[in-house]
């Protein structure tokens, strides 16, 4: 009982070694302005080896080689755009999370917009449209009215013509 | 014209329909390289077979070239090494090796024992010219042109079907030049 208490308390001692991620490189850096700005460019930078994740939770040594670049870049004085354009100019436009907009990417940019822009127009065509026929076509001429108000009092003489 | 609009969705259904159908079968993996076009990132590093002698990318100037990326710790570049020896040998094909990440003697004992198709192997043991080129998974080949200029990257196996349908078109069209 003892002997597998100790061997349990052992297994729980190395929760903190299993938990922690072998990504997680140590950096130092001067400020804590200056760790968040390294935080969100590895976050907004793709792995070009494992597709659907950042440069930040990738294993792959592809993205280690990256952000030891990013590190390296930041520690010269390389602004965000020199940076990101460093690594586009390696692996192409594939690593932006965020693509530039230009004539290619203006599509997936505009996309959006086009759409609720679209959904909009649509909204408010049916709105006009039924607006338009209240006006314009009263559900009943007075005529109709005289003879459903004659029909409801009882008199049927009116239904076979109908 | 109320008619007209009821074919909206098939219209959109088979436009749909297209672009999906037009991605089947392509490899998501497979990226263009970002220097396509441009000449071969400058470097500096020592000849696998020789530590004192000093290699640039001039080693590129003068004849068609295939670049291939490997290292001893990758299996694919095994399952491409025959067909990279057969390249060399019977194509004639100069093909530059960039032993990448890896370790010169591991290096030497595989090009010992498995052939060497290389005309020049660079060794790049931290991966710094790898890295510039855009390598993100070994084995990777590229054509550079006799001006040094990155034309086609292959990533992964080179086997003879990838060499007749993509390779060889562009290795006889830049050779005819010089």
């Given at each position: 009982?003892?002997?597998?208490?100790?061997?349990?308390?052992?297994?729980?001692?190395?929760?903190?070694?299993?938990?922690?991620?072998?990504?997680?490189?140590?950096?130092?850096?001067?400020?804590?302005?200056?760790?968040?700005?390294?935080?969100?460019?590895?976050?907004?930078?793709?792995?070009?080896?494992?597709?659907?994740?950042?440069?930040?939770?990738?294993?792959?040594?592809?993205?280690?080689?990256?952000?030891?670049?990013?590190?390296?870049?930041?520690?010269?004085?390389?602004?965000?755009?020199?940076?990101?354009?460093?690594?586009?100019?390696?692996?192409?436009?594939?690593?932006?999370?965020?693509?530039?907009?230009?004539?290619?990417?203006?599509?997936?940019?505009?996309?959006?917009?086009?759409?609720?822009?679209?959904?909009?127009?649509?909204?408010?065509?049916?709105?006009?449209?039924?607006?338009?026929?209240?006006?314009?076509?009263?559900?009943?001429?007075?005529?109709?009215?005289?003879?459903?108000?004659?029909?409801?009092?009882?008199?049927?003489?009116?239904?076979?013509?109908? | 014209?109320?008619?007209?609009?009821?074919?909206?969705?098939?219209?959109?259904?088979?436009?749909?329909?297209?672009?999906?159908?037009?991605?089947?079968?392509?490899?998501?993996?497979?990226?263009?390289?970002?220097?396509?076009?441009?000449?071969?990132?400058?470097?500096?590093?020592?000849?696998?077979h020789d530590?004192?002698?000093?290699?640039?990318?001039?080693?590129?100037?003068?004849?068609?070239?295939l670049l291939?990326?490997?290292?001893?710790?990758?299996?694919?570049?095994?399952?491409?090494?025959?067909?990279?020896?057969?390249?060399?040998?019977?194509?004639?094909?100069?093909?530059?090796?960039?032993?990448?990440?890896?370790?010169?003697?591991?290096?030497?004992?595989?090009?010992?024992?498995?052939?060497?198709p290389y005309?020049?192997?660079?060794?790049?043991?931290?991966?710094?010219?790898?890295?510039?080129?855009?390598?993100?998974?070994?084995?990777?080949?590229?054509?550079?042109?006799?001006?040094?200029?990155?034309?086609?990257?292959?990533?992964?196996?080179?086997?003879?079907?990838?060499?007749?349908?993509?390779?060889?078109?562009?290795?006889?069209?830049?050779?005819?030049?010089?």
């Amino acid at each position: 009982m003892l002997r597998s208490t100790i061997a349990l308390a052992l297994l729980f001692m190395l929760v903190p070694f299993a938990l922690a991620d072998d990504a997680r490189d140590v950096y130092g850096f001067e400020s804590q302005a200056q760790e968040q700005r390294f935080q969100s460019l590895i976050s907004e930078l793709r792995c070009p080896k494992c597709q659907n994740q950042n440069i930040a939770d990738s294993n792959a040594p592809i993205s280690k080689d990256m952000r030891e670049e990013v590190y390296r870049m930041m520690s010269d004085g390389a602004s965000n755009e020199e940076i990101v354009g460093a690594l586009v100019d390696r692996f192409g436009e594939f690593v932006r999370y965020k693509p530039e907009v230009d004539s290619r990417t203006i599509l997936l940019w505009a996309t959006p917009a086009i759409v609720v822009f679209g959904g909009l127009l649509v909204v408010a065509g049916i709105i006009i449209r039924s607006r338009r026929s209240d006006q314009s076509e009263p559900a009943l001429t007075d005529e109709e009215r005289a003879r459903a108000s004659r029909i409801l009092d009882g008199d049927d003489s009116d239904r076979s013509s109908g | 014209m109320k008619r007209i609009l009821l074919f909206v969705p098939l219209v959109l259904a088979v436009v749909l329909g297209v672009v999906l159908f037009a991605g089947i079968g392509k490899d998501p993996n497979e990226l263009e390289s970002a220097l396509i076009g441009k000449p071969v990132p400058e470097f500096v590093l020592t000849d696998l077979h020789d530590e004192g002698r000093e290699l640039t990318r001039d080693v590129f100037k003068g004849q068609v070239s295939l670049l291939n990326v490997w290292g001893t710790w990758c299996p694919a570049c095994r399952d491409e090494h025959a067909d990279l020896v057969w390249l060399a040998e019977e194509k004639g094909v100069r093909i530059v090796g960039l032993n990448y990440k890896d370790n010169r003697d591991d290096a030497l004992v595989w090009l010992d024992r498995l052939g060497d198709p290389y005309q020049v192997s660079i060794y790049d043991p931290r991966g710094s010219l790898g890295f510039d080129l855009g390598v993100y998974g070994a084995p990777e080949t590229y054509v550079i042109d006799a001006e040094g200029i990155v034309r086609y990257r292959h990533v992964g196996v080179v086997n003879e079907k990838v060499w007749e349908q993509e390779i060889k078109p562009l290795v006889e069209r830049y050779g005819e030049k010089t």
